[in-house]
């Protein structure tokens, strides 16, 4: 999955290097 490299991992999980972008698909990782 192409998506997988926008993600890097930290303590408190996934977090989006998208995140300015798309806000949206940030809080979905939180609620992951």
């Known amino acids: 999955m192409e ?7 930290f303590e ?3 977090v989006s ?3 300015f972008f798309d ?3 940030y ?3 939180l609620e992951r």
């Open 23 to 25: 806000p949206e698909i």
């Open 17 to 19: 290097r998208k995140i």
């Open 3 to 9: 998506g997988s490299e926008r993600y890097v991992k």
């Open 12 to 14: 408190d999980g996934l």
């Open 27 to 29: 809080q979905l990782e």
